[in-house]
């Protein structure tokens, strides 16, 4: 079992800063590709970017120069250092994580997500 868990979100007003964080903890071999999504009330739930273990990026273009992905291999630590906030940026933070077991067996696994709410 792998568990997800994010920190760092809270209430900012527009134009500030958050960081978010997500820590991977149990039996894991490998993380392989770890990401952040978002979900807002009433909206399904997207993709905000995505890292590789060797940290190759990929952003949606909502957030593209505004928000940086990054990862500690060594830590099994994620983070999104979100910047210039829009109130549109409000919605639950999830944390995802592809990888596999000691044993070999591959797993996805999602965390139970951190709020972020935007003021205008």
């Known amino acids: 079992q ?10 900012v007003q527009a134009g500030g800063s958050l960081r978010l964080s997500c820590l991977a903890s149990g ?14 009330p009433g909206k399904q739930r997207e993709l905000v970017a995505t890292i590789t273990s060797s940290g190759t990026t990929n952003y949606a273009d909502s957030v593209e120069g505004r928000f940086t992905i990054s990862r500690d291999n060594a830590k099994n630590t994620m983070y999104l250092q979100m910047n210039s906030l829009k109130p549109e940026d409000t919605a ?9 077991f000691l044993v070999g067996a591959p797993f996805v696994s999602w965390g139970q997500g951190t709020q972020v709410t935007v003021s205008s």
């Open 92 to 100: 639950g933070y999830y944390c995802n994580a592809q990888g596999s």
């Open 2 to 11: 792998v568990q997800l868990v994010e920190s760092g979100g809270g209430l």
């Open 27 to 40: 039996k894991i071999f490998r993380l392989n590709v770890m990401g952040w999504y978002r979900q807002a």
